[in-house]
């Protein structure tokens, strides 16, 4: 299998269509020159060109890896040799075996945007990034063991001492990886080098990196996070968040460009409304084509203020099933299942 993507592959990801809507050329150009660049050190170039004009709104529709967020549950970060590294993939299969990375790597037929976020990260934070991964997909992995029946959950093993499981079902899924690229570089050491996991729509921690071994089971295993009562499901919901402006920023009367992100994880995200009065009535935004269907969308609202004072901008997604954004309460926490709530930002309008 042709491990670049393809050029249909690329105009489909990308929306052609959406060209003429007006966002720059400059995204869609260097990830065009990705898929047909020669040598490593040119794509990560490219990659990191990545910022998009999106009809005013200027945003990296591609976090470069050392702007995206690192989250463990320790400060160890392992250090393992790539040549030492060995996959072992054992439990409730006919033939338990290892991999090296080479064999990992000769596996390879995943290129996928996914859009990583913590389920920890409040509404408005930054423990969010949208990243290309070059990986191998697990059910490949897992196939090759003969896996007997009865299998309830997939387990993920860490070299820092973590651990976490997905159900068995999910991780036959065509969409579930193991990834050893991350924006067209070796996975960097803070980010799980040489292998992780990369489980689309479900938060974080169950991508679970510096993996070790797999292991297939019969019973409910409980990651980490999971015994200290966090959500086993884990699914991302739509969540939306502004980006620009910030709150406090005073702006000057006449014409000004809000934008951010959206991310509904497996439902997708249908629509993104924007609120000038605290909630009160809302107007849809401009979304761009996502650049995968796992990865966030940028979307922009062209605002013409036309009175001076205080304005409480909101933002709220809707999915495709046409569940709109929960508002969450007063007090919106993270633990268990994630942050509810809708982004907020106060700002100034000023006619000088
Ligand atoms: N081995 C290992 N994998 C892990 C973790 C960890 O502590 N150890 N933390 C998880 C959590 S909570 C998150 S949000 C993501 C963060 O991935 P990143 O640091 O690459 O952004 O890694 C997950 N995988
Ligand atoms: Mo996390």
Redesign the pocket.
Known sequence: MNNRISRRELFKGIGLGTIGLGFGVSVFDSIYQYAYATTEEEKHALLMKGTVNFMGFTAKEITPNNEFYI?SYSSKVPDVSPAAFRLRVEGLVEKPYTLSLSEIEAMKDKTEFVTLE????PVGGD?IGNALWDGVTLRKIIEKAIPRPGISKTVFYAEDGYSDSIPYQLSLSEDVFLAFRMNGAALPKEHGHPLRAIVPGI???KNVKWLSKIELVNFDYKGY?ERKGWSDEAVMPIRSQILMPMSGKEIPFGNYVIGGIAFAGRFGVSKVQVSLDDGDTWKDAQMKEPLSKWSWVLWSYDWNPSKEGKYTIKVRGTDKSGKIQESGSLFARTFPDGDKGIHSVDVRVTKE
């Open positions: 989250t913590c389920i920890g990260n423990a938060y974080g921690m996070w």
